[in-house]
């Protein structure tokens, strides 16, 4: 994944936990989820073609990609 292809990162549990629910779902029923590793998962990826599961907190996700300058 390259980070200009990042569209967002994600709580799996936000704020709009349904909306979450409904759009993961239409996902993975277009095979679009690929999982990073084993759950349990704390946040999603989305980039342009897939979304990532990932077993670490979106705000360690987005740290890490503003201290390597995505």
Do not use: W
Request: aromatic fraction near 8%; charged fraction near 25%.
């Amino acid at each position: 994944m390259r980070a200009k292809d990042i569209v967002g990162i994600f709580d799996i549990r936000g704020k709009a936990d349904s909306a979450n629910e409904a759009f993961l779902s239409q996902a993975a029923e277009g095979g679009r989820i690929v999982t990073v590793e084993a759950g349990p998962y704390k946040s999603f990826v989305v980039t342009v073609d897939q979304i990532y599961y990932s077993p670490i907190s979106s705000a360690t996700l987005k740290r890490r990609a503003r201290q390597t300058g995505v």
